[in-house]
Structure formats: C-alpha cells, structure tokens
C-alpha cells in the first residue's frame, strides 16, 4: 500500500480543522477507469482507495462520490447499471459510502450538475449536512477542481497519466496518491506539488 507521506513540497492543512466531508471522484479516482462500464465484476480500486476511505471513517469524517456519469445520457448505460458499479465499490469499501451522486446527462444538455459545475457537490453537501465551503473535492481531472471552486469548496487534484499538465498545473492542491490527497485534507504534511 502507498502509505508514504512527508515527501518534499510539504504544505501544511492551513486551519487544522477536519473537512466536514471528502467528495470523491469516481472514475480514475476511486476505481480504475472502465469508459462507460456497467459491469461490476470489472471494478478496481484505485492504489489507497481502501486505506484513505478506511482514515476518513476513523475520523469521523464521511465520505461521498460525485461522478459525472454521461454513459447514460448518451444511451450506453442504464441507471441501474450505474448503481450496480457503485455497489460494487460500496462493497469493496467494506460498507456503504455516506452519499453518492451522480450526472446522467451528456455535455450538449447544459445541466447543471455535470462536473465542472456545481450541482453534484452542492447536492451532496446538502445530503450530508454539511456546508459546502467544508468540503473537499478529491479528483484526477480539471472538471473536479472546477466542481470544487464553483461550489466553494476546496479541491485537490491526484493526477493520473492521463491528466493534462495544464490540469495539474492549476490545481490547487496536487498529492500523489489517495492515501497522501486524504492524510493532506486532515492536516498531515503529505502534499507532493508535481513539476509540471
Ligand atoms: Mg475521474
Ligand atoms: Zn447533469
């Protein structure tokens, strides 16, 4: 497990208090991206999933997902395929996570809950409880940060190959892994800013 922390570039939580939730993204961030999958037997976490969501639980500090889901706007899965993954997840969570929402909708919809807008994290605070402005939005592409800012909340980016180095570039925080981006969010010195 990538458990390291407190490699260079350490950069302090700033107020030491606990977020009041961690939003994560799903695809490439919680579990390996599958495009369009509606097949639970081929979920995967991603490395530290299990160990940054097990953190979070020991602290009392609950958990949710925010995905943009357009495989169903655009025909190529269903709702319920949708909820089957994110069982699966649930599953290999060890127990369910405390909200999941989603977007079904393709680009072209102009809705206002498909990442980089608000709607998802707006949806899932008040789900949770929680203000907005207390979450953190965990996230491996540039629409994530974007949710994170437009809904005022905080975000931190853990970059995957495919993320663009303008993405990395203007996030406002980058860690290397899931476990790092969690142990950061709850004050530990563990944020690693890539060369870019
Ligand atoms: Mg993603
Ligand atoms: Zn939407």
């Known amino acids: 497990m990538?458990?390291?922390?407190?490699?260079?570039?350490?950069?302090?939580?700033?107020?030491?208090?606990?977020?009041g939730a961690v939003l994560f993204d799903r695809d490439d961030t919680l579990v390996v991206d599958v495009p369009y999958n509606g097949d639970?037997?081929?979920?995967?976490?991603?490395?530290?999933?299990?160990?940054a969501v097990r953190l979070l639980r020991a602290r009392g500090v609950?958990?949710?997902?925010?995905?943009?889901?357009?495989?169903?706007?655009?025909?190529?899965?269903?709702?319920?395929?949708?909820?089957?993954?994110?069982a699966r997840v649930d599953a290999l969570?060890?127990?369910?996570?405390?909200?999941?929402?989603?977007?079904?909708?393709v680009?072209?919809?102009?809705?206002a809950c498909r990442k980089p807008a608000p709607g998802l994290v707006l949806r899932a605070a008040r789900a949770l409880g929680v203000a907005a402005q207390r979450c953190v939005v965990i996230g491996d592409i540039g629409a994530d940060m974007g949710?994170?800012?437009?809904?005022?909340?905080?975000g931190v980016l853990v970059p995957t190959t495919r993320?663009?180095?303008?993405?990395?570039?203007?996030?406002?925080?980058?860690?290397?892994?899931?476990?790092?981006?969690?142990?950061?969010?709850?004050?530990?010195?563990?944020?690693?800013?890539?060369?870019?």
């Open 93 to 105: 969570l060890g127990r369910p996570l405390d909200v999941w929402v989603h977007c079904p909708h």
């Open 62 to 86: 609950p958990v949710g997902v925010v995905s943009n889901q357009s495989g169903i706007g655009r025909g190529l899965i269903t709702e319920t395929q949708v909820r089957e993954v994110n």
């Open 107 to 111: 680009p072209e919809d102009g809705c």
């Open 163 to 196: 993320t663009l180095p303008v993405e990395v570039a203007e996030a406002p925080d980058v860690c290397r892994d899931l476990l790092g981006a969690v142990r950061h969010v709850l004050g530990h010195p563990s944020t690693v800013r890539r060369p870019v």
């Open 2 to 19: 990538a458990a390291r922390a407190g490699e260079g570039g350490a950069q302090g939580c700033g107020d030491g208090g606990l977020p």
């Open 40 to 51: 639970p037997e081929r979920v995967r976490l991603m490395p530290g999933a299990r160990a």
């Open 147 to 154: 949710a994170a800012r437009a809904a005022g909340a905080r």
